[in-house]
């Protein structure tokens, strides 16, 4: 005892410092057992409560654009009986040939609802072309399986065989240039991946060769031609160009469902 005070029995506390914290926790009289039952629950506790994980890619909003299962800006062209489940949109363009034989949704041709798709679908675009790249990649996506995350090609990209997509979530495949496709070959999902939540941006045009069954918004900044037979679980969407089809099939994919509510009782 030291002027009065008990020294041996209650050591005052040292200040401490919690990992990822900033300020210092100085703890007073609390003793060497309180002291640390309170690091353990301000330092442990909260670290507890971080995010253990961030998914690494997010869905670039299509706005408006989402309506549209295809939509271009110079042309849009059909030959044989194409089946578009979804609207159909031009802008600035005004020549939509080919419907009949194909059929579509709703056209819009060069109105005010085209023109807010089409400023829509360059923010979806910009927002996909500027995410963090977490995987590059080159040549060929066949015999492939992704999980959710944002890929990148530096130039062309290649799809021979099937690519396989497993997982819930968001895929972004950022491309430099082209995306070809072989004949047969598809993107298949499995295990919660849908195809609304895959985003391929392409730096120049798309081409889905024959009887390729694709999956994902194609965003393509100048042109998207879909071979004979091909099909598509999506959105081709031009930027700049045309949209061509060959008897095909495109559907509008679904929204994704809604987060599950979470309750807890105490």
Same mark, same amino acid.
């Given at each position: ?48 409560i ?16 989402? $309506? ?9 062209? $059909? ?29 819009h ?59 819930p ?32 941006q ?14 994902? $918004?194609?965003? &393509?900044? &100048?042109?998207?031609?879909? $071979? ?38 105490h």
């Amino acid at each position: 005892m030291i002027n009065g005070q008990l020294t041996d029995w209650f050591p005052a506390a040292p200040t401490v410092r919690c990992v990822d914290f900033s300020d210092n926790l100085t703890l007073g009289m609390w003793g060497l057992i309180r002291q640390r039952m309170l690091v353990a629950a301000l330092c442990g506790g909260l670290v507890a409560i971080l995010p253990m994980t961030v998914l690494a890619a997010a869905a670039p909003a299509l706005g408006s654009a989402a $309506n549209f299962a295809v939509l271009a800006a110079s042309t849009v062209t $059909n030959t044989g009986p194409t089946s578009i489940a979804g609207q159909l949109g031009l802008y600035p363009g005004t020549a939509v040939t080919g419907f009949p034989p194909g059929v579509s949704g709703v056209q819009h041709t060069a109105d005010a609802i085209a023109l807010q798709a089409k400023n829509d679908l360059a923010a979806a675009y910009l927002n996909a072309a500027g995410q963090t790249c977490t995987a590059p990649l080159t040549g060929d996506l066949g015999g492939r399986t992704l999980t959710a995350g944002v890929y990148c090609f530096s130039s062309s990209a290649q799809l021979t065989a099937r690519l396989t997509l497993d997982g819930p979530n968001v895929y972004v495949f950022q491309i430099g240039s082209t995306l070809v496709t072989a004949p047969g070959a598809s993107v298949f999902l499995t295990n919660g991946a849908l195809p609304g939540q895959v985003f391929w941006q392409v730096g120049s045009s798309a081409t889905i060769d024959t009887s390729t069954h694709f999956a994902g $918004n194609i965003m &393509a900044l &100048a042109s998207i031609t879909m $071979n004979t037979g091909a099909s598509l679980d999506g959105r081709a969407l031009a930027r700049t160009g045309a949209v061509t089809l060959q008897s095909n099939v495109i559907d509008l994919p679904t929204p994704p469902p809604p987060p599950v509510p979470v309750s807890y009782t105490h």
